[in-house]
């Protein structure tokens, strides 16, 4: 159980998705390198992995309002600051900090310090992953935030960033076989995104993930749903008020 968690966790490096001369998916992080190489029993895992490195890739892709972490409960993530609520499904769950710190190997010893993104101590955060039960399933649903003074792109517009984070992974995961959709708008808990579609298809691995973004002043808030199923935009737009 988890209860009242602040969200975040540091993220610093590049990841890069590639196959190697034994046809093994594999991705590194300076020295850090993890490799599936039984696809039949690790379906979910390189899914997961995919969705991950999405987050990662685009997490370095690009560098007034106040914008502070929000808090996760056991059903619910909601942040006042952006005027927003996630609720997840009844049979999904939250990841813990250390389980996303262990899923994509970062610190998560800055947690206590409340002005973690304003301070720009680091540029990013992952705010939450909530993902289903089902293991049949890769359905889940990410968020994070972005501090784009630092990196001098706070004028950088959403349109701008939506394009920077398609060229991201198509040039960083070219075994994903990436396309993607035009941008369009929807309404997340009363507030617009813009968003595309990207499907992923690697292997015998389809995967459609809907990349949402909204800037917040000097902040970039950048929401992932993934989905192997078929499920829509509005099936994740509806776990937002």
Same mark, same amino acid.
């Given at each position: 159980?988890?209860?009242?968690?602040?969200?975040?966790?540091?993220?610093?490096?590049?990841?890069?998705?590639?196959?190697?001369?034994?046809?093994?998916?594999?991705?590194?992080?300076?020295?850090?390198?993890? !490799?599936?190489? *039984? @696809?039949?029993? %690790? =379906?979910?895992?390189?899914?997961?992995?995919? $969705?991950?490195?999405?987050? &990662?890739? +685009?997490?370095?892709?690009?560098?007034?309002?106040?914008?502070?972490?929000?808090?996760?409960?056991?059903?619910?993530?909601?942040? !006042?600051?952006? *005027? @927003?609520?996630? %609720? =997840?499904?009844?049979?999904?769950?939250?990841? $813990?900090?250390?389980?996303? &710190?262990? +899923?994509?190997?970062?610190?998560?010893?800055?947690?206590?310090?409340?002005?973690?993104?304003?301070?720009?101590?680091?540029?990013?955060?992952?705010?939450? @992953?909530?993902?289903?039960?089902?293991?049949?399933?890769?359905?889940?649903?990410?968020?994070?935030?972005?501090? +784009?003074?630092?990196?001098?792109?706070?004028?950088?517009?959403?349109?701008?960033?939506?394009?920077?984070?398609?060229?991201?992974?198509?040039?960083?995961?070219?075994?994903?076989?990436?396309?993607?959709?035009?941008?369009?708008?929807?309404?997340?808990?009363?507030?617009?995104?813009?968003?595309?579609?990207?499907?992923?298809?690697?292997?015998?691995?389809?995967?459609?993930?809907?990349?949402?973004?909204?800037?917040?002043?000097?902040?970039?808030?950048?929401?992932?749903?993934?989905?192997?199923?078929?499920?829509?935009?509005?099936?994740?737009?509806?776990?937002?008020?």
């Amino acid at each position: 159980m988890i209860t009242n968690r602040k969200g975040a966790f540091a993220t610093k490096g590049t990841f890069l998705l590639a196959l190697d001369k034994g046809d093994r998916l594999c991705y590194n992080k300076g020295s850090i390198q993890k !490799e599936v190489t *039984d @696809m039949s029993m %690790t =379906k979910r895992t390189v899914a997961l992995l995919l $969705t991950v490195l999405t987050v &990662a890739l +685009l997490l370095c892709a690009c560098g007034g309002t106040s914008v502070k972490r929000g808090e996760t409960t056991d059903d619910t993530y909601k942040n !006042e600051s952006l *005027d @927003m609520t996630f %609720t =997840k499904p009844d049979d999904w769950i939250f990841y $813990t900090d250390k389980q996303l &710190a262990d +899923l994509m190997n970062m610190s998560y010893d800055l947690f206590e310090d409340e002005d973690l993104i304003e301070s720009a101590k680091v540029t990013t955060v992952f705010e939450f @992953m909530a993902i289903s039960r089902d293991t049949k399933s890769n359905n889940n649903v990410n968020m994070t935030l972005e501090n +784009l003074k630092p990196s001098k792109s706070t004028k950088i517009s959403v349109e701008e960033y939506a394009e920077i984070s398609r060229n991201t992974l198509r040039e960083q995961m070219p075994n994903a076989n990436y396309t993607f959709g035009e941008n369009d708008t929807v309404d997340l808990g009363g507030q617009e995104y813009l968003y595309f579609e990207a499907n992923a298809h690697y292997s015998e691995i389809e995967m459609t993930q809907y990349l949402f973004m909204r800037k917040v002043g000097n902040y970039m808030v950048c929401i992932t749903a993934t989905s192997s199923d078929g499920k829509d935009v509005s099936y994740f737009a509806d776990m937002f008020s």
